[in-house]
T-cell receptor, first 115, second 108 residues
Framework: DTEVTQTPKHLVMGMTNKKSLKCEQHMGHRAMYWYKQKAKKPPELMFVYSYEKLSINESVPSRFSPECPNSSHLFLHLHTLQPEDSALYLC??????????????FGPGTRLTVT | GQNIDQPTEMTATEGAIVQINCTYQTSGFNGLFWYQQHAGEAPTFLSYNVLDGLEEKGRFSSFLSRSKGYSYLLLKELQMKDSASYLCATSGTYKYIFGTGTRLKVLA
C-alpha cells in the first residue's frame, strides 16, 4: 500500500463551524505533513510531525490545530476560519523526518471553501 | 536564507525536449527533488539528486550542480499528458522548501 488517503475530498464550512480533516497512511512512514496550497501556487508547509511529535509549526494561526494520535493518522482541526483560508489542504508522509533524503507521498487533498 | 527560483511558465511542442531550470539557496542540503503536479491533483515524486550529475529515469532526467546551486529537469519525447506544473524542492536542515513551480504547456 503506497497510498496516502484524505477525507473529505471537498468541504464547505461557515466561519463559525468546527470541522476536521483526516489523513491516513499505512506505509510505516514516521513523518507526516500538512500543506496549504492556493491556486497556481506551490504547497506551503504548515506543520510537520516526526515520530508523532510536532516538530515544525510554520507560524500557523491557532484556528488550525493539528493532531497526530498515532503513526498512521493525522488530523487538522479547523475552527472560526476566514474566507482567505479557502484552499487545497494536502497531507503528505515520508519514511523519515525532515532534513533527510526521503521523498514525500502526497494525498489527493481536501478542497476547503470557507463561506 | 532559503530561496528557490524556477521559470513561471514554459511551452513546448509534442515530441520535443524541454529543460526546466531551478536555482536554489538553502541552509543545509540533503537533496533536491522534482515533483509533477497536474491541475487539481496532488504532487507526485519524479526524481531525487543529492550528488552532482545526471540521474535518468525513462523520459525524465534530472541534473544537479551543488556548487552552483542549480538543477534542471529534462523531459524528452514530450506527450500531451506532460502538461502540468513541475515543482523543484530542496530538503534542507529542517524541512522541505518548494519552488514556485513551472507550468508546462505541451502543444500538439
Amino acid at each position: 500500500d503506497t497510498e496516502v488517503t484524505q477525507t473529505p475530498k471537498h468541504l464547505v464550512m461557515g466561519m463559525t463551524n468546527k470541522k476536521s480533516l483526516k489523513c491516513e497512511q499505512h506505509m510505516g512512514h514516521r513523518a507526516m505533513y500538512w500543506y496549504k496550497q492556493k491556486a497556481k501556487k506551490p504547497p506551503e508547509l504548515m506543520f510537520v510531525y516526526s515520530y508523532e511529535k510536532l516538530s515544525i509549526n510554520e507560524s500557523v494561526p491557532s484556528r488550525f490545530s493539528p493532531e497526530c494520535p498515532n503513526s498512521s493518522h493525522l488530523f487538522l482541526h479547523l475552527h472560526t476560519l476566514q474566507p482567505e483560508d479557502s484552499a487545497l489542504y494536502l497531507c503528505a508522509s515520508s519514511q523519515g523526518a525532515t532534513g533527510t533524503s526521503y521523498e514525500q507521498y502526497f494525498g489527493p487533498g481536501t478542497r476547503l471553501t470557507v463561506t | 536564507g532559503q530561496n528557490i527560483d524556477q521559470p513561471t511558465e514554459m511551452t513546448a511542442t509534442e515530441g520535443a525536449i524541454v529543460q526546466i531550470n531551478c536555482t536554489y539557496q538553502t541552509s543545509g542540503f540533503n537533496g533536491l527533488f522534482w515533483y509533477q503536479q497536474h491541475a487539481g491533483e496532488a504532487p507526485t515524486f519524479l526524481s531525487y539528486n543529492v550528488l552532482d550529475g545526471l540521474e535518468e529515469k525513462g523520459r525524465f532526467s534530472s541534473f544537479l550542480s551543488r556548487s552552483k546551486g542549480y538543477s534542471y529537469l529534462l523531459l524528452k519525447e514530450l506527450q500531451m499528458k506532460d502538461s502540468a506544473s513541475y515543482l523543484c524542492a530542496t530538503s534542507g536542515t529542517y524541512k522541505y522548501i518548494f519552488g514556485t513551480g513551472t507550468r508546462l504547456k505541451v502543444l500538439a
